[in-house]
């Protein structure tokens, strides 16, 4: 079982380590030389994340694979979130007193990610206070809990399930503070919850009891049965109260508003860029991508509308119970193409294992990635979820919801989420170099990594035709190009709909409505209705979700300026690899690594 890292000091650094802490910032500084404030820094870091990152959030340290924390459950009273806003304070000036310039590059960066991620979980809970404001918070965050417990067998079942008990204790206290906390949810947060209860229900009912079916000791079955009848029972109380209580008094605003939008992008992304230059670039990209959309349409069916042209590509896609296999089917091509024209190195040969998406992410998600935590020994698999159409939809819905796979978006997906997207980067993480950039992520490198190499890889030629090619070959090729655009246009809708149904801006009175981002997805974003319901609703919630082409045209020009910078020597593949070293970190820290220059990030 691995323990979580902690620094050894020198003796007399610990010794003046309070005073040192206590001393305004230039004091500080003037103290503390350049490897003490090295070793200062990974000291209050290292304990960061043990009084307050996974004091707070023991689920993160089980999907993180530090398993002592296996038996806790998030503390969700007021009290408790008091106690971590409380500390998050403290170690913010920790942090601040620490002067950077005392730090190697590596290590100063490190600070600025942490010092980000203290500020970001600040303004979410000071200013966003998504604890009074979304009731699925509570109910999918122990569902979570629990699922991170039974998903992987890091240990035997009889000792995960130990932990699901000592979990389960503790849920019918969490769903009577969640019904003290929250005050006048979204109407939309509180749909979604309703919407998710179902499943979450059926989760605990069936799943749960599924995955530990093995385990035999009579004890222990007793007080599962009992944990978890409790459990459900929580759950259905908790959505019944949900229903009749929350939903007719449930008339908050679900927008951050333009500053705080502002200040969450520059805290999790590292990005200022004014938001009306912001919009534009999102727009300029839209444009971008419909207009090659229509040209490779055009070259598919010159007779036809790109509008024709995409509803044909809807149709072409494989029935529900063959998509796992579809995606399966497309690892062995890709990988072969990643190495034999050194796109990136792969550090692994195994591949992930594809499965359904759990019942608490379905409404908001089409597929994923749930890769191991950094510090898993145990059991290295990850996860490629895929959500399949339910059983009880009608026949219309499971057309629109399978049009998300058709035959050229079942290759971007997979270039996405495994080879060479997130499962590659997931891959790599041993080389990362601090616990900070293993633990803290920025979306737009998480995600816009992903996305960029769906564009890459097709520019680089994958799926080609050659120059013996038939017809058909020919047109297959363009429908995988039409796919990885409906995509590429899929995320500019995130964007521009991230920043219009926030802050409104641009629009004359100041609101973007829930229908007008639908019909954005559907008409600008070439998305089926089906999809645009479901990426509307994670917008109201997932507020910054512009990050993925925002991270895809940052890692864009970041290697076009490297391209520009080195001439001849560039080379793709050391650039994806020299990226993949960096960690998750912002891409405005990766650009000071690479680069060794403050050039702006677009």
């Not at 490190?110 to 991620?117: A, G, S, T, V």
């Not at 990050?547 to 994806?576: P, Q, S, V, W």
Request: proline share 6%.
């Amino acid at each position: 079982m691995t323990r979580k890292l902690t620094c050894k000091l020198l003796p007399a650094l610990t010794l003046a380590l309070g005073t040192i802490l206590a001393m305004p910032n230039h004091a500080a500084a003037q103290r503390v030389s350049a490897d003490g404030a090295t070793q200062t820094f990974h000291f209050i870091s290292d304990q960061y994340f043990s009084d307050v990152y996974f004091h707070f959030a023991p689920t993160a340290g089980t999907s993180a694979g530090l398993h002592q924390y296996d038996n806790q459950l998030e503390d969700y009273s007021a009290a408790s979130i008091e106690k971590e806003t409380a500390a998050l304070h403290e170690y913010e000036k920790k942090v601040e007193a620490i002067d950077p310039s005392a730090l190697d590059a590596s290590v100063a960066g490190d600070r600025e990610i942490l010092l980000n991620n203290i500020r970001s979980q600040l303004l979410t809970l000071e200013v966003i206070r998504p604890w009074e404001k979304n009731p699925d918070n509570y109910s999918s965050g122990i569902t979570y809990s629990i699922f991170v417990l039974m998903e992987r067998p890091y240990a035997p079942p009889a000792v995960r399930l130990r932990a699901v008990i000592a979990r389960e204790k503790l849920i019918p206290q969490a769903l009577d503070e969640a019904r003290k906390n929250l005050k006048n949810p979204p109407h939309i947060f509180t749909e979604i919850a309703l919407e998710q209860i179902d499943g979450l229900v059926s989760f605990f009912e069936n799943d749960v009891p599924g995955a530990f079916s093995s385990v035999t000791d009579p004890g222990t079955k007793a007080d599962f049965a009992k944990s978890n009848a409790a459990a459900v029972a929580a759950l259905k109380s908790y959505g019944a109260w949900m229903k009749t209580d929350l939903l007719p008094r449930s008339n908050g605003d679900f927008r951050l508003g333009a500053e705080t939008f502002r200040k969450k992008l520059a805290y999790d992304e590292m990005v200022d860029i004014p938001l009306d230059k912001l919009l534009q670039i999102g727009f300029d990209d839209l444009h971008k991508n419909q207009a090659e959309f229509a040209r490779v349409a055009k070259e598919v069916d010159p007779t036809k509308t790109p509008q024709q042209v995409l509803a044909e590509l809807a149709t072409i896609h494989p029935a529900p119970d063959k998509l796992l296999a579809a995606f399966q089917n497309t690892f062995n091509s890709l990988i072969g193409f990643i190495n034999a024209h050194h796109i990136i190195t792969i550090p692994s040969t195994v591949e992930p294992t594809l499965e359904e998406t759990p019942p608490f992410m379905r409404a908001t998600t089409f597929a994923s990635m749930d890769p191991p935590g950094p510090f898993e020994t145990h059991s290295k698999k990850a996860y490629f979820n895929v959500t399949l159409p339910e059983k009880s939809w009608t026949a219309e819905h499971i057309a629109e919801h399978m049009a998300s796979f058709n035959v050229g978006t079942i290759i971007s997906t997979s270039v996405h989420e495994a080879y060479p997207g997130h499962y590659v980067q997931f891959l790599w993480m041993p080389e990362f170099p601090s616990k900070i950039r293993k633990l803290l992520g920025a979306n737009s490198n998480i995600e816009g990594w992903a996305h960029y190499t769906e564009q890459m890889m097709l520019d680089q030629g994958y799926d080609a035709p050659g120059p013996n090619a038939t017809a058909a070959q020919i047109r297959q090729s363009r429908l995988v190009r039409l796919g990885q655009l409906q995509d590429a246009l899929l995320r500019d809708a995130r964007f521009v709909n991230s920043i219009k149904l926030q802050t409104g801006e641009g629009e004359p009175d100041g609101r973007w409505t829930m229908q007008q981002a639908e019909n954005f997805f559907v008409k600008q974003g070439y998305q089926s209705q089906s999809v645009a319901v479901v990426e509307t609703k994670r917008g109201t919630a997932d507020a910054t979700y512009l990050y993925y082409t925002l991270g895809k045209l940052e890692i864009m020009k970041l290697r076009e300026d490297l391209k520009k910078k080195e001439g001849d020597k560039f080379n793709l593949e050391t650039f994806h690899d020299n990226f993949m070293r960096q960690g998750f970190a912002p891409i405005k820290i990766i650009r000071k690594a690479m680069l060794h220059d403050d050039s702006p990030v677009l």
